[in-house]
């Protein structure tokens, strides 16, 4: 691939060290699609893909003065942020890219909680997040963090006070039934994505990866709908793909 016609991508995330989940997977994953992803650490997690122990959170100066060191290098026009400590953090992180790179679209996977049962999110700063998501362009909740967002009754508005181009993924893979569905509203459209539900236990980091194929996928031109589509198959193939609990698709 030629240097001039790379497509470069930027993840805000949690180092895991296990390469399941966080900045290493995303990296992994956009790399798939030969898209070049450039990392910023906010949090040096303790953790395996069983076991949670510790976020170790990145305080804000360490997680700027990453960003700016990136950005003195490249004007990042596509960025996937993860794991983040506070609604307060994930403000700084978007106005920091909007205002380095306005147009940049912009996709964040929150994660309410890890999968061995630590919790992130604070009750006290629901309220904060709202807001933040006006200058989000694609937010990836699974069934828990759309409830906890609140973004259940935007829906219902039609997610007038986030603006007519913010758009969620409903992740399915929560879900119960023989089919694990994705709800994408996008532009007053509903788009349903479908596989089968596979049995198992299933895989660590699967929001991380699946946002990251998003992202890369609308780095090479493909409309929001489109790159859905592409990384749903993609995570079918991923479901199935590496030993236990992690993926693995070269």
Known sequence: MSCKKMKYALTVAGFDGSAG????????????FGVYGQAVCTALTEQNEDEFVAPGWVIWDRIEAQLATLYKKHKFNYVKIGLVEKAKILKRIVEFVRNESPNAFIVWDPIASASAGFHFM???????FLPVMKSIDLVTPNQDEFAYLGLGLAAS?????????????????????????????????????RSPRLPGKGKHGTGCVLS????????????????????????????????????FLV
């Not at 966080?22 to 798939?32: E, P, V």
């Not at 604070?122 to 904060?128: G, I, K, Q, S």
């Not at 089919?179 to 788009?191: A, G, M, R, V």
Request: with cysteine.
């Open 212 to 247: 990251s194929a998003i992202l890369a996928n609308v780095a090479l031109g493909h409309d929001l709908p489109e790159a859905c589509q592409i990384a749903k198959n993609y995570m079918d193939e991923f479901l199935q793909s590496g030993e236990g609990r992690l993926g």
């Open 122 to 128: 604070r009750d006290a700063e629901l309220d904060e």
């Open 21 to 32: 989940a966080g900045l290493l997977a995303d990296i992994k994953t956009m790399a798939h």
């Open 157 to 193: 508005r039609g997610y007038v006070e986030l603006g007519k181009d913010f758009a969620v993924l409903l992740k399915g893979g929560h879900a119960r039934g023989k089919e694990s569905i994705d709800t994408l509203w996008y532009k007053d459209e509903l788009c349903k994505f």
